[in-house]
């Protein structure tokens, strides 16, 4: 292999396999000498990549991690792999990961040749996901265009269906895509209005690029997830609940993760605190802790739980007397 650029971006991508390469094998994969590997191998450290050699008779080179993360080099099989896992994280929200499969989705789209984006398109087109029914889904197609719209500060156009059913044509300057529980939010400034809006993704079709440009106007929030928090604390009635739960604190948080508040009060008990937007959620969330507890806070999860225990003992009760 005659052409030095080409050669090394073919003897990156085989030290990004996770394994050490004798310089025999690379100049024999890459039908050179073993002097002008070592060559190349000083030529990608004097780029920056963390190329570790090893020494002996034969000797091997391996990539190390560095300080940056380098460009990926990924055969076809990979590509398809990883837009197709991508495509899956972005179309749900999958908690910690969701923006950034949206970016990396948009990105390696940009990039990936049209036969890869066949495969991409026929894999997506021939599967369907069992849903678990906590919350609505939307299109990874239309979350990469108002990726690539934010990314870019470009107007976005869409039609938008409000929770009234009611269908508007909105043309937006796009600041952030948010995450939020089991939905996608996108906040813009709605031209038309005049002000800053919040859309759900999943009430979004048709988003159009326009190409046009636009200045950074200042968000009325300390940040995108700050405002969508506090609308959505204006849309939706809040509940806080305060409970003693009789089991150790360390055993709580492995079990909620680190969207509650948990305050240890001995041994064993701790004090629980958690928000949502419905009774029925944090009934749930408590029963599921297994464990013995009392509620302090709201007044109204009390008649909810009797509620709950009163259908629970009459189905309890039917069981029994069948034959």
């Known amino acids: ?14 030290l990004q396999t ?5 310089g025999s094998e690379l100049a024999e994969r890459l039908q050179v000498s073993p002097r002008t590997i070592r060559r190349d191998i000083d030529r990608l450290r004097a780029l920056g990549y ?20 380098p460009p990926l ?58 849903l678990t029914g906590d919350g609505p889904t939307v299109d990874p197609e239309d979350l990469t265009v108002l990726a690539g719209t934010v990314t870019n500060r470009e107007r976005l156009r869409f039609d938008y269906r409000a929770g009234d059913g009611a269908e508007t044509r909105r043309l937006i300057e796009p600041d952030r895509l948010v995450s939020a529980g089991r939905r996608w939010y996108l906040v813009g400034y709605d031209l038309d209005r005049d002000d800053w809006r919040l859309f759900r993704v999943d009430r979004i079709s048709r988003p159009f690029a326009t190409g046009a440009r636009f200045t950074p106007r200042p968000l009325p929030a300390e940040d995108a997830a ?36 948990v305050e240890p ?34 007044p109204e999860m009390h008649a909810h739980l009797r509620a709950l225990a009163a259908r629970a003992d009459r189905a309890a009760g039917a069981g029994a007397e069948r034959p």
């Open 1 to 14: 292999m005659t052409d030095t650029p080409a050669r090394l971006l073919s003897l990156l991508s085989l």
């Open 18 to 22: 996770p394994r050490e390469w004798p």
């Open 50 to 69: 963390p190329v570790e050699a090893t020494m002996g008779a034969v000797g091997g080179y391996r990539l190390v991690a560095g300080t940056a993360m």
């Open 73 to 130: 080099l990924l055969d076809d099989e990979e590509a398809v792999a990883i837009a197709v896992g991508l495509r899956a994280a972005a179309g749900h929200a999958v908690v910690g990961i969701e923006e950034a499969s949206v970016r990396a989705l948009g990105k390696l789209l940009q990039v990936l040749p049209g036969r890869l984006r066949h495969r991409v398109g026929a894999l997506n087109t021939a599967t369907v996901p069992l």
């Open 226 to 261: 700050a405002y969508v928090a506090s609308k959505l604390r204006r849309l939706t009635p809040t509940y806080t609940l305060v409970a003693t739960l009789h089991t150790p604190a360390a055993e709580v948080r492995r079990r909620v993760g680190g969207d509650s508040e």
């Open 265 to 298: 009060i001995d041994e064993r008990s701790c004090r629980f605190r958690s928000r949502a937007d419905s009774l029925e959620w944090l009934a749930m969330r408590l029963l599921m802790l297994g464990c013995e507890f009392e509620v302090h806070e709201p």
